[in-house]
């Protein structure tokens, strides 16, 4: 199959399509989570990797 979109077009469109379906499986989790007294946990945290 050949290449459709140069990589900047393509980047840009990728960057356009948002994440869905994971409501349910995400409270499920912290669902579980808070069930079994897990603590530590954060929704929605940035992770960053190497050292600063």
């Known amino acids: 199959m050949s290449k ?3 990589g900047l077009t393509r980047s840009e469109l990728m960057s ?3 994440s869905r379906g994971n409501k349910n499986t995400e409270l499920a989790l912290v669902g ?7 603590t530590g946990w954060r929704r929605h945290v940035q992770i960053r990797v190497g050292s600063s």
């Open 32 to 38: 579980v989570f808070r069930a079994h007294g897990i």
């Open 16 to 18: 356009r399509i948002r």
């Open 4 to 6: 459709l979109f140069s």
